[in-house]
């Protein structure tokens, strides 16, 4: 028995030592120096504004195909007739979302009926009202959602997203 109490003494330290260094790291990317700063900052991806619609082609709770950042990378914006986080627009809600799994790459479908977009190949579902939200199945991060911008007429730009597309280095080519 002392021998299994010892080995529990020394996950304890392990445990207290990892905590300790994590601390450590966190107090000195804090303190950074602002050259260092500023360099993290250009380290960002610059997205395009791409257009990518207008308002009146869409219809509330259909998904209305689309690309971006690239032609190769499918996408969908809808209009869940509901504000939402995150949704643009004069009633807050639209969403734009891309249309591939980012677990395996598998393409999405959208369900109408509980406003999810679902993967056929291993059951991964994402909450188009709660910003691309997994909610079921093996995928590992939710679905990357377009930042969007409506113009005074209507026209709908998509400048960004908030994950990195799957099988993707960069979301930039």
């Known amino acids: 028995m002392s021998h299994c109490d010892r080995l529990v003494d020394v996950g304890r330290r392990q445990f207290l030592r990892g905590g300790a260094f994590t601390a450590a790291g966190a107090a000195a990317a804090v303190t950074l120096p602002q050259e260092a700063k500023a360099q993290v900052a250009m380290a960002?991806?610059?997205?395009?504004?791409?257009?990518?619609?207008?308002i009146a082609d869409l219809t509330e709770n259909e998904p209305f195909d689309v690309a971006y950042p690239d032609?190769?990378?499918?996408?969908?914006?809808?209009?869940?007739?509901?504000?939402?986080?995150?949704?643009?627009?004069?009633?807050g809600d639209i969403v734009g979302f891309s249309t591939v799994c980012p677990h395996k790459g598998f393409p999405l479908m959208y369900s109408a009926e509980d406003r999810t977009l679902n993967c056929p190949g291993h059951y991964s579902r994402f909450d188009c009202?709660?910003?691309?939200?997994?909610?079921?199945?093996?995928?590992?991060?939710?679905?990357?959602?377009?930042?969007?911008?409506?113009?005074?007429?209507?026209?709908?730009?998509?400048?960004?997203?908030?994950?990195?597309?799957?099988?993707?280095?960069?979301?930039?080519?």
């Open 44 to 54: 960002r991806v610059e997205y395009p504004a791409n257009h990518l619609a207008n």
């Open 71 to 91: 032609e190769d990378a499918p996408g969908v914006l809808l209009k869940l007739g509901t504000r939402v986080e995150g949704g643009a627009g004069p009633d």
């Open 129 to 173: 009202e709660a910003g691309g939200q997994q909610v079921w199945g093996q995928a590992t991060q939710n679905l990357p959602q377009y930042t969007l911008r409506v113009d005074d007429k209507g026209d709908i730009y998509a400048e960004g997203l908030d994950e990195l597309l799957y099988g993707r280095l960069s979301n930039v080519l």
